[in-house]
Structure formats: structure tokens, C-alpha cells
């Protein structure tokens, strides 16, 4: 089975990658997947993002399944494998749970079957619908779980915690922590506490604490 894991970057972001890019490496080298980073200019995000569609589309022509993760996520739990994470549906997505707001798309599988296609064609072609929504894919994919049932039928949307666990609620064990909804230099600061406890992924605690506790993430 071919895997790919998918992520971006920006110079805006450079100090954070620089810290969760070497996980997502380890973790995708141990269990044999690819993995792709690209350059996004989120300042930007309207003129690039049907060439960032497009760029998945081609890349999962090339593979069985497709991870897509945000340049803020991290894997803490390195025994998960990508293959047996999800259920078998041609797209999987998180949740949120952390607000209002059902999910989140820096979390995702695409597998390669017809429904995911029709999914990312649908996306590029309902474009000039989204582009100027709030939280733009997001709440057009939400739309379309609601309206469409091919949609609703071809994406499984995951609990938090097995797929995209926010930093306040993430425990030892948790498969993926994603520091959405915070500053930028916070999500920095917590992606440095985070690549200390896990270093190898390996959910164990092994920082040094003077004075009894470790730091509270």
C-alpha cells in the first residue's frame, strides 16, 4: 500500500515548521510513507489554492492514500499507522470539539477511489461559491455534507481526540495534536514542549523536571 503524507509551509510559519516538520518526517519514515511539503502563501490563500487542489489530486493519482496535515500538527502517538486509522471511507475528516464549529480540514485522508476525484473536482468547481466564506473549504464541505448525499455518504468525520486533538485537551497516547486556534507564537511554544515529550514518538515521558512536574502544555 502506497501512503503519501502531504503538508505546506511558508516563511511566515518557518519557526514552527522547523519543529514539526522533523516529526511528521520521523514518523512517515518509520512507517515507509512518503512525504511532501510544499511552499503556501496563506496571505494569499484565493490565487492558490485550486493549484494546491490540483496538487493533491496529482499526488494521489500516484498513491493508494493520501494524508493531508497542516504545517501545526504533530504525530505523538508513532505505533498508529495511517492505513487502520480510518474506516475505510474514500475520505476521512476531524472534528473539532473544541467550539461550535464541527470540523476541521488540516486533518485528512484521501483514499484513492472515484468518490474522493468527484470530492476535490467538486471543490475546484464550486470555487467562486467559497472563496469568500468564512473559513472558506471548511464551511463549503460542511455544506455539502448536509446537501449532497454522494458527500455525506463518501466522508467519515472522526472524533477529536483520534485524530486531531487540540493542545488543551491532548493527552499521552493521543495519535495527533494539531495547535489550531492560537497564536502563532504559542503554537511555536507548544510544538517545542510537545517535541519534547515525544521525541521518537514514543508516548513515555522523558523530559528532566526539577521540582516535581513537567510544564503544563
Known amino acids: 500500500m502506497s501512503v503519501v503524507i502531504r503538508t505546506n509551509t511558508s516563511e511566515k510559519v518557518s519557526a514552527l515548521s522547523a519543529i514539526t516538520q522533523p516529526n511528521q518526517k520521523g514518523y512517515a519514515m518509520k512507517h515507509g510513507y512518503e512525504w511532501v511539503c510544499e511552499e503556501f502563501d496563506y496571505e494569499h490563500f484565493n490565487d492558490n489554492i485550486i493549484a494546491e487542489l490540483q496538487s493533491w489530486r496529482s499526488l494521489l493519482e500516484q498513491h493508494d492514500t493520501l494524508m493531508w496535515v497542516g504545517a501545526d500538527v504533530m504525530f505523538t502517538d508513532w505505533s498508529v499507522q495511517i492505513e487502520y486509522a480510518h474506516t475505510g471511507y474514500p475520505i476521512t475528516m476531524a472534528r473539532e470539539e473544541t467550539s461550535w464549529w464541527p470540523i476541521n480540514n488540516d ?34 464541505t460542511w455544506n455539502l455534507i448536509q446537501e449532497e448525499e454522494w458527500v455525506n455518504e463518501a466522508i467519515d468525520l472522526l472524533p477529536a481526540k483520534e485524530m486531531n486533538q487540540h493542545p488543551n485537551k491532548w493527552q499521552l497516547g493521543d495519535w495527533i495534536i494539531h495547535f489550531y486556534g492560537m497564536p502563532l507564537e504559542e503554537k511555536v511554544a507548544r510544538a517545542k514542549e510537545i517535541a519534547e515529550l515525544v521525541p521518537d514518538g514514543n508516548p513515555v515521558l522523558k523530559v528532566k523536571v526539577d521540582g516535581g512536574r513537567p510544564p503544563v502544555l
Request: hydrophobic share 40%.
Open 107 to 140: 486533518v485528512m485522508i484521501f483514499n484513492n477511489r472515484p468518490e474522493t476525484f468527484d470530492f476535490i473536482d467538486r471543490m475546484i468547481k464550486d470555487f467562486d461559491i467559497w472563496k469568500h466564506y468564512p473559513w472558506r473549504m471548511q464551511t463549503h
